[in-house]
Structure formats: C-alpha cells, structure tokens
C-alpha cells in the first residue's frame, strides 16, 4: 500500500538522523507566486543565485516544472540543530547591552514598536560599557558545515530507499532504474520552507522560517525530488486543523483506487510507485508578533515578509563591501548571521537539544571576542573555520564586521585596537575602523 511505503521511507530518514520527514506534492503553491515580485523589487539583496533564470529568462524558483519536469513529489527531511547554549537575547548570556538595543526588556521579550525605536535610536554613552564580545548565528557554530551534514544524510536516505523498493518488489536489480532523485541542501531550484510546509513538517511563520510545533524552528532543511507520484489526501476541514502523521487519515477515492492496483501487481506487472502526500501544517502563530517586534533592523516588514537588504543575517554574511551606515548602527554586536527573531519566539522556549553532536559548537565560537575576530589573519581564519559556514562571510567580512560591532559596544577599550585598523591595508576594514572610532570618541 503507498501509505505504507511513504511510512517506510520516512524511517529511512528517521534512521539516517533526521528528526522530521514528511511528503509533498509537487505544485504551483500560491506561496511561490509572491516570489518573482520579490525579485522585482530587489528584496534579494545581492543575492543574485535567487533570480537564476532559465534560457527563456523565467525564475527558476518560480516552479520546478521548468528545471525538473520530471519531478512529482518532494521527500523533505528536517534536522535539529538546537543546543543547550544561551540565545542571544538572554541578558544573563553576556555582558552587552545588545539586547537592550535590541529592543528587549529584562525577562527577554520585545518591548512595543513605540519603545523599540526609542530604544534603538539612544546614543552610545547610555550603553553598557564594558562589551567585549560579539555573536556567531546558532547554526554556524558546529564542528561541521550544516550542507555537508544534512546531505550526507539525504543520501543515505536516498540509497535506503532504492533498497527499499528491492525490498518490496517494485525494482528487480539489473532493470532500469524506476524512479530518478536528486537531493539538495540551500542549493536547489525550489523553495525549501513552501515544500517543508505543504510536507507537514511545520507551518511558515511570520519570519518566514518553518516552525514545528514540538521542535521550534532550529531546523535545518533538505529536500529530495522524486519522479513518484503522489496520492492527495482527501482532507476535510475538521482534518485541516489538526497537525498529526498522514497514516492517521484515511485515504481517499483516488488512494484506494491505488491500493487495490498494487495488491494485485505481480513481478512480471509491478505496479505504479505512488506515495501519499502530508497534510500541509496549520499556522500556529496567531496573533503574536514579536519576531517582528524584535527586529532591530525592521527587516520583516510584513507577516511572512521579509526584506533582506535590511536583514542583519544578510548584512553580516551575503553583504559584500560597505555596510550602509544608517544600518550599522542596528547590528548591535552581530558577526555573522542573527537569531533574535528565532530567540525571542514561543515556540522556541521549550525546543529540544539536537542528537546530532556535530552542532555543539567550536571552541570560542560562543560569544567570541571581538578583538581576536577583528584582528584575525588569513592562516588563523582557515584553521578556526575549516568545514563551517563562517567561510562564506570571507575573513575580510568578518572582520569588518566585528569592527561594526566593537563601535556598538560603546567600550573605549577598544580605540587603540580600532586605531591600528584605521590603518589596515584592507580599505573595508580600515574604513569602518575610521566609522567606529568616530562613534566611540
């Protein structure tokens, strides 16, 4: 039966160290129609992977038709990368005033908007001032890079299913291949958190990332396209709000239909290979807003809307050259990538640690300190950063933006280290070197 080959093939995940495993159809969700307007609007930044474009100039990911017609159905796997490590926003974390800046007050929720832009628009001489260190995003902190991590997985998850369709009887070894696959992790023509969506494996928040309801939204996503098609489920609207596996739901018409096809198949006449598809993940986010509150930047401007030439996490990895100045400001002691949406969520405050041991973080990467990130050089960058996510800031972002970061700390201390700086034979460090001893003096 397909419900039962779709259970087992979400084991071989299971097995392969994922957390979540559910199955999407593929379709032209409404969700994706917004993206070609985000594009027009230059929402993407310098993002430029985003607005691949086929030979005939239409966005890839736009719709999977156009560069895997093939494909029928998603298998999307999630990975836990939660650790039992303080979130950027808890004032016992570190002595910052960030989250303050951040718009936090001291039980680490988000004040109002009115207060927030109060708060962030303060000078410089109110803020606490012995900061000295500065905050690496949670997901790159871990002894491997996440890619490296989650498509090792895929793949295996991938050889367990051609395993498993020996095993059933729907591949005879030495035949032609009966499905095609192709895995991904960030690099494929889709839209990762649509799918994991309409998979079951979490509702789309208003900060665009996929939370799910029992593990928060520290999760790591990859996706498998399959040439197998997909049996929908007939879903009433009581059955809508629930968020449960699919093999609690009884199939429909059609799923019944493909049931009684496959009893009868035989070696000689296999069967056709159909999966059953996931109930999409109801939002649970109701009228809480406090990711959007929380942003320093205001980067999500809208639910389920972000901008990210405004995004902290952008700013410090993709952002390449100078910093807008206006912004600068608002990165609070930021040195690659944000979590403070993700800190300050509900759904986070009970979020498991993470099975998977090669997410506990390097040494010093925790609150690192500003002056050793600032004043790294080549040979050191390679080693602390060998195999992470952290290489893609380059040393030379990094650098500048630990220097953004010490002008935020308000801490004098720091003005004979920004003086040496000022002087870098890198123009980006030595010109936010010349910005940031103007914000301390």
């Not at 009887?169 to 960030?186: C, E, K, N």
């Not at 990467?365 to 290489?391: I, K, Y």
Request: charged content about 25%.
């Amino acid at each position: 039966m397909h419900s039962d080959l779709s259970s087992r093939i979400k084991q071989c995940a299971i097995d392969a160290g994922f957390h979540l495993c559910g199955i999407a159809p593929v379709s032209n969700f409404h969700e994706l129609q917004v993206f070609p307007n985000w594009i027009a609007d230059g929402k993407h930044g310098e993002m430029k992977y985003m607005e691949a474009r086929t030979d005939a100039g239409e966005l890839k990911r736009e719709t999977l038709a156009r560069v895997a017609p093939w494909a029928r159905s998603v298998i999307v796997c999630a990975l836990n990368y939660n650790t039992a490590h303080p979130y950027s926003t808890d004032p016992t974390n570190v002595e910052t005033d960030a989250f303050v800046r951040a718009g936090f007050v001291a039980d680490g929720f988000p004040r109002n908007n009115k207060d927030q832009s109060a708060t962030a628009s303060k000078s410089h001489s109110d803020a606490t001032p012995y900061a000295t260190q500065g905050w690496i995003s949670r997901y790159a902190w871990g002894h491997e890079d996440y890619h490296n991590s989650v498509l090792r997985r895929l793949r295996d998850t991938e050889n367990a299913l051609r395993a498993l369709l020996v095993e059933t009887g729907y591949w005879a070894p030495g035949t032609d291949d009966p499905i095609q696959l192709r895995s991904y992790v960030d690099t494929g023509p889709l839209i990762e958190r649509v799918y994991a969506k309409y998979a079951g494996i979490g509702w789309i928040a208003k900060n665009t990332c996929i939370i799910n309801q029992q593990l928060g939204s520290w999760l790591f996503l990859g996706v498998i396209l399959t040439s197998l098609e997909v049996t929908k489920l007939e879903v009433t609207k009581k059955d809508a709000t629930k968020n449960e596996a699919p093999e609690k739901y009884v199939a429909g018409k059609d799923g019944a239909k493909d049931h009684v096809a496959q009893s009868r198949a035989t070696k000689n006449h296999p069967a056709k290979i159909t999966l059953t598809a996931d109930l999409p993940a109801p939002d649970r986010c109701g009228t809480c807003t406090r990711c959007i509150a929380a942003c320093p930047t205001q980067a999500i401007i809208a639910p389920g809307e972000l901008d990210a030439r405004l995004c902290i996490s952008y700013l410090t990895i993709e952002k390449r050259g100078e910093i807008p100045a206006a912004l600068r400001s608002l990165m609070g002691r930021h040195v690659f990538g944000c979590d403070i949406c993700q800190d300050v969520c509900p759904w986070n405050r009970k979020s498991p640690i993470t099975s998977a041991a090669e997410f506990e973080p390097r040494e010093k990467l925790v609150n690192p300190d500003l002056d050793w990130l600032a004043e790294m050089q080549p040979e050191e960058f390679q080693t602390v950063f060998r195999g992470s996510p952290v290489r893609r800031a380059k040393l030379s972002g990094l650098r500048r933006n630990a220097v953004i970061a010490m002008a935020n700390s308000a801490n004098k201390k720091f003005i004979p280290t920004l003086k040496k700086l000022s002087e870098d034979p890198d123009p980006l460090i030595s010109d936010h070197a010349k910005w940031a001893l103007t914000q301390l003096s």
